[in-house]
T-cell receptor, first 115, second 115 residues
Framework: DAGVTQSPTHLIKTRGQQVTLRCSPK?????VSWYQQALGQGPQFIFQYYEEEERQRGNFPDRFSGHQFPNYSSELNVNALLLGDSALYLC??????????????FGSGTRLTVV | AQTVTQSQPEMSVQEAETVTLSCTYD???????LFWYKQPPSRQMILVIRQEAYKQQNATENRFSVNFQKAAKSFSLKISDSQLGDTAMYFCAFMMLNRDDKIIFGKGTRLHILP
């Protein structure tokens, strides 16, 4: 039973570029949430996707966008990268029908470095 | 807005000792969950223990237990008989019950278990 899979594990981009991060949820899960974890900080909620729609959004600019596919996998896109976007990006999957955090499974994240 | 505060950036204890990690939070909500997550070097967030605010009894999971003081908005984690594998970042976290799925994390405490 595969857990949450994120790719790539590490990524280096230049300021102003665009980046796409990918997440495959745990088998049986249909909801994907994305978090940004800056160095020395706790994760911050970016947004959540269910049924291919953004259901909730945290306090992040429009440069951060996402998508969910019919197979429940998800992408996080960040445009016009800033140095401050350097962080670990975590994906968490869950089942919409089980809205308890016990059902959350986190991936190991993508480490994005913007230079 | 809800906030979670961890006042101990880093702690070290000898193996087999007991250690307590502190957490305070602020909310005007009455129904919510509180959690402790562990993030080892593998970067994956692992749920250690959770507490429903409506339950007065403190949660326990094997060597892990919490001291939940609702009126004081305090939620500490006690690790008994600490093991080398407990070395990790520990995050205190909050989520409203039956509202949204956003988890609000503290900044974390880095725990070192020394041999």
């Amino acid at each position: 039973d595969a857990g949450v899979t994120q790719s790539p594990t590490h990524l280096i981009k230049t300021r102003g570029q665009q980046v796409t991060l990918r997440c495959s949820p745990k088998s049986g899960h249909d909801t994907v949430s994305w978090y940004q974890q800056a160095l020395g900080q706790g994760p911050q909620f970016i947004f959540q996707y269910y049924e291919e729609e953004e259901r909730q959004r945290g306090n992040f600019p429009d440069r951060f966008s996402g998508h969910q596919f019919p197979n429940y996998s998800s992408e996080l896109n960040v445009n016009a990268l800033l140095l401050g976007d350097s962080a670990l990006y975590l994906c968490a999957s869950s089942s919409w029908g089980d809205r308890s955090v016990l059902g959350y499974t986190f991936g190991s994240g993508t480490r994005l470095t913007v230079v | 807005a809800q906030t979670v505060t961890q006042s101990q950036p880093e702690m070290s204890v000898q193996e087999a000792e007991t250690v307590t990690l502190s957490c305070t939070y602020d909310t005007s909500e009455s129904n919510y969950y509180l959690f402790w997550y562990k993030q080892p070097p593998s970067r994956q967030m692992i749920l250690v223990i959770r507490q429903e605010a409506y339950k007065q009894q403190n949660a326990t999971e094997n060597r892990f237990s919490v001291n939940f003081q609702k009126a004081a908005k305090s939620f500490s984690l006690k690790i008994s008989d600490s093991q080398l594998g407990d070395t990790a970042m520990y995050f205190c976290a909050f989520m409203m019950l039956n509202r949204d799925d956003k988890i609000i994390f503290g900044k974390g405490t880095r725990l070192h278990i020394l041999p």
